[in-house]
């Protein structure tokens, strides 16, 4: 009887887990190029048909036995890639990509490291320098991996290569970059990626717009839905536990004295 606390307890961390989950996707519905994430979970006979054929531990090996974890196990997360929706701003500088692919950008820390990161926000702004910067001061990256800089005074076009042109001369190409396998890639703060070991990149055939940006591929309606239905889980399992303790003190309190 008890272990149905702990099956219900194990259904309301995982209905906890997807609501976190769920917030934070709605929180950044209005984030320039922002990828839904979303959470997975796994049910005990999945995981016990698993562990039935796992043979990392070795036929001869001793395996502890009376012990198991009935409920819900938190999966793994996951981001969408898909493409959002594409709005026009007419700004020269804002820029969005077609397909599959990422702008590549020079990340300061707080320690003062740089590293390249991955974003599909092309909300970018031109510095009175010359320097094309995200709208948190990280250099945006050419083709040959170098910080972009051109000159302020001159006005620029951006065609669907990605070549800023100035004066009828290409002085910048902005790099555009895409990789085999997306799980190997993990996210870095709200809106920038970073690949991982095993990660290998590939050309992007995506076009490059010039005076539009990406908006986030969050519905808004599907996340308020998800969250309803999230919540009545999590209450579902809240009942269970109240039920199974109402139950619990009858056989402890009354049961006990007959």
Do not use: C, W
Request: hydrophobic share 30%; proline share 2%.
């Amino acid at each position: 009887m008890v272990k149905g606390l702990y099956i219900a307890y194990t259904g309301m961390v995982n209905e906890q887990h997807r609501m976190d989950v769920l917030t934070n996707n709605l929180a950044n519905a209005d984030t320039t190029g922002f990828k839904k994430e979303g959470a997975s979970s796994q049910s005990f006979d999945s995981i016990l048909t698993y562990k039935i054929k796992d043979v990392t531990e070795g036929g001869r090996t001793t395996k502890r036995l009376g012990m198991n974890h009935p409920g819900v196990k938190i999966g793994e997360g996951y981001t969408d890639f898909s493409q959002g929706p594409l709005k026009n701003t007419e700004n020269t500088f804002d820029l969005a990509l077609s397909d599959a692919g990422f702008f590549a950008v020079e990340f300061t820390s707080k320690a003062g490291e740089t590293s390249v990161k991955y974003t599909r926000d092309g909300d970018f702004t031109l510095t009175e320098d010359g320097h094309l910067v995200t709208r948190d001061g990280d250099a945006v990256l050419d083709e040959n991996g170098s910080p972009i800089v051109i000159d302020p005074l001159q006005k620029a076009e951006i065609n669907t290569s990605g070549e800023i042109v100035q004066d009828g001369r290409v002085v910048a190409t902005i790099q555009v970059t895409d990789f085999e396998d997306y799980n190997y890639l993990e996210r870095y703060g709200e809106n920038y990626f970073q690949p991982i070991e095993g990660a290998e990149e590939k050309e992007s055939t995506a076009e490059v717009y010039s005076g539009y940006l990406e908006s986030s591929n969050i519905s808004v309606v599907t996340e308020m839905v998800n969250m309803i239905t999230v919540s009545r889980a999590y209450e579902s399992n809240q009942k269970v536990i109240t039920t199974y303790d109402s139950t619990l003190d009858i056989a402890a309190n009354q049961l006990g004295k007959i």
